[in-house]
């Protein structure tokens, strides 16, 4: 298996894009945000903020969005 390379300047690579749309794509589909609106939107800086803050791992790149979320809608 292949390891994946995290740049430390926040470049994001191919796979590193396509793992961030994948996240994007289910947490808009989770709470029903249609793409082009301005929850998506906002889930889309927010992932790509905590993609250029080191935080690379699936499990709490989601946990991190769904709190943004929870936090959002009080």
């Excluded at 794509?25 to 249609?34: L, P």
Aim: with cysteine; proline share 3%; glycine share 6%.
């Amino acid at each position: 298996m292949q390891e994946r390379f995290h740049s430390s300047n926040g470049i994001a690579y191919p796979r590193d894009l396509q793992l961030l749309t994948e996240i994007f794509d289910c947490i808009c589909k989770e709470n029903g945000f249609e793409k082009g609106s301005s929850d998506a939107e906002d889930i889309g800086r927010a992932a790509m903020s905590l993609f250029a803050a080191g935080v690379f791992d699936e499990p709490e790149i989601k946990a991190s969005l769904a709190e943004y979320i929870k936090r959002k809608k009080r």
